[in-house]
């Protein structure tokens, strides 16, 4: 069964810290995204992956980096987090090359920097 | 430029009511589209996508959306909502997966 495990799901943070959310996916997809998601939002996009050892800057990519090591995992890093940061994160993983006709969600990881 | 307008925030209808929520897109060329929906606290759910074909796709719990090429729109609709329809639902464009800001669906009793 197609799947993507975002772990932790909870994560409370102190400012300045460092935060590594991690995405792994079995669904053998070329491409990986993390979105956050506000209040009054939809989710915005991050950063992006077409494969492994490629990362891409989404529309709001300040603040963050990535890391994609491998096929199956893809990693948000907060170098210095920031309260601004909180928010609830999604990994998703898609099928496409230009364009993705399967997409499958994470469960999201909520996110408290203090 | 991609991108996904949903011009309603919020809306609400009565159960056994008809439903019509809003989504028009932006993209050169023939657009992937999807409309996923968000309960309270959980995570994205598939309710329908369009590749090509017959403009009119069917999805899961009775919803169907009417794709629209020369209005740039994809429209979701349901004949008659019940009341665990409340939620919010996101209109979704791929190329990259963009979202739109989603529109908030209150079922009155």
């Known amino acids: 069964e197609a799947a993507v495990t975002q772990s932790p799901r909870n994560k409370v943070a102190v400012t300045g810290g460092k935060v590594t959310l991690s995405c792994n996916q079995t669904?053998?997809?070329?491409?990986m995204y993390w979105y956050r998601q506000d209040t009054g939002h939809g989710l915005r996009l991050i950063h992006y992956?077409?494969?492994?050892?490629?990362?891409e800057k989404g529309d709001i990519p300040d603040g963050y980096k990535a890391s994609r090591p491998s096929q199956e995992n893809f990693s948000l890093i907060l170098e210095l987090a920031t309260p601004s940061q909180t928010s609830v994160y999604f990994c998703?993983?898609?099928?496409?090359?230009?364009?993705?006709?399967?997409?499958?969600f994470g469960k999201g990881t909520r996110l408290t920097v203090v | 430029a991609q991108s996904v307008t949903q011009p309603d925030a919020r809306v609400t209808v009565s159960e056994g009511a008809s439903l019509q929520l809003r989504c028009k897109y932006s993209?050169?060329?023939?657009?992937?589209l999807f409309w996923y929906v968000q309960y309270p606290r959980q995570g994205l759910q598939l309710l329908l996508k369009?590749?090509?074909?017959?403009?009119v796709v069917q999805g899961v719990n009775g919803f169907e959306a009417e794709f629209s090429k020369s209005n740039s729109s994809f429209h979701l609709r349901k004949a008659s909502v019940h009341w665990s329809d409340s939620a919010v639902y996101f209109c979704?464009?791929?190329?990259?997966?963009?979202f739109g800001d989603g529109t908030q669906l209150v079922v009155k009793p």
């Open positions: 998703a993983s898609g099928d496409g090359g230009g364009r993705n006709t399967e997409v499958f």
């Open positions: 669904n053998n997809h070329n491409n």
């Open positions: 992956s077409y494969g492994a050892g490629s990362t």
């Open positions: 993209y050169s060329g023939t657009p992937y």
């Open positions: 369009y590749y090509s074909g017959d403009p």
């Open positions: 979704v464009l791929s190329g990259e997966i963009f």
